[in-house]
């Protein structure tokens, strides 16, 4: 999908999202090249911050291929909220349905008409103490195996430094300048997995290669090794009680490694195909567009 044909809300949104992601942060999108050009697509995504939805968005928005999230249906019932989320063309999920993949029938739909649909895997914004990838849930999973389509792995890291999850006073620090770091990679190979019906222990299996693959991502981003063990919130819930909230402090020593990675080539190739940004002085790229506002990135 173009940007010819993105309609007034997104333009609206680029309007009202722009100015304040150009103040307050700097940009580093790597791995453009990845986001199909055409056809439908499922886009997975790591959750960190209540801000990196916009960061996502603004990442692939850049692309040319605009980003459908999933969000409650009762969002698009009435009200300036129904008319935005129906506007810019999320996703409703019904999760009253009584079949699994009949929950993200609207999902389906839209990826064979050639969009793209974005999951956060994780369902919710990350308990781990560490910053990384969580246990993820089959929704992404479901609706891979039902549409074959290309699944991108996508990695972000920054937002999280300037909104932590779950953020208490004096939390939320917008200077100095962060940068949002969005990492696609190559599709996720699930071929060995089409054509085998979709029990439990098959979602499962597809569901951990899609979280390794976001996690591979986020290593790169960091310059760190991962746990060799996902964390899982409720197992974590029901062993010790209440969960303690992920500290920033490692966090931020891995974004400067991160940053020390030398990534400019990933730049130079998406300005290359016409579908990225200029590059600006450091390394960095210049971004003349803006992100629509992200629907709930709480996917099941």
């Not at 960061?55 to 009200?79: C, D, E, I, M, W």
């Not at 008319?83 to 999320?90: P, S």
């Not at 303690?244 to 991160?258: T, Y």
């Amino acid at each position: 999908m173009s940007r010819r044909r993105i309609g007034f809300w997104y333009r609206l949104a680029a309007v009202l999202v722009k100015p304040p992601l150009v103040l307050f942060f700097k940009r580093d999108w790597r791995g453009m090249e990845h986001i199909p050009e055409s056809g439908g697509f499922i886009t997975v995504v790591n959750h960190n911050s209540a801000l990196d939805p916009l960061s996502y968005a603004h990442f692939q928005y850049n692309t040319g291929r605009v980003p459908r999230f999933l969000a409650k249906v009762g969002l698009f019932k009435s009200g300036f909220v129904g008319a935005a989320m129906r506007g810019t063309g999320q996703i409703p999920v019904f999760r009253e349905s009584k079949d699994a993949i009949g929950a993200f029938r609207a999902a389906v739909e839209a990826i064979n008409k050639g969009e793209c649909v974005v999951f956060y895997p994780e369902g919710t914004l990350t308990r781990d103490p560490r910053m990384w990838p969580m246990k993820g849930k089959t929704g992404a999973a479901r609706v891979a195996l039902e549409t074959r389509v290309p699944v991108i792995p996508v990695a972000q890291w920054g937002a999280n430094l300037a909104v932590p999850p779950y953020p208490k006073r004096g939390d939320i620090k917008f200077f100095p300048r962060r940068t949002l770091v969005v990492q696609a990679g190559p599709p996720i190979d699930l071929s060995e997995f089409h054509g085998k019906e979709a029990t439990a222990a098959v979602l499962r299996e597809v569901t951990e290669r899609i979280m390794d693959e976001i996690t591979a991502q986020l290593a790169d981003i960091r310059g760190e090794t991962p746990p060799a063990e996902r964390y899982d919130h409720r197992q974590a819930a029901a062993s010790r009680g209440p969960e303690r909230l992920p500290r920033q402090e490692n966090g931020e020593r891995a974004v400067r490694q991160g940053e020390r990675t030398p990534r400019g080539e990933e730049n130079v190739n998406s300005e290359r195909n016409g579908r990225g940004a200029a590059p600006e002085q450091g390394g960095r790229s210049v971004q003349p567009d803006a992100a629509p506002p992200a629907a709930e990135g709480e996917n099941a």
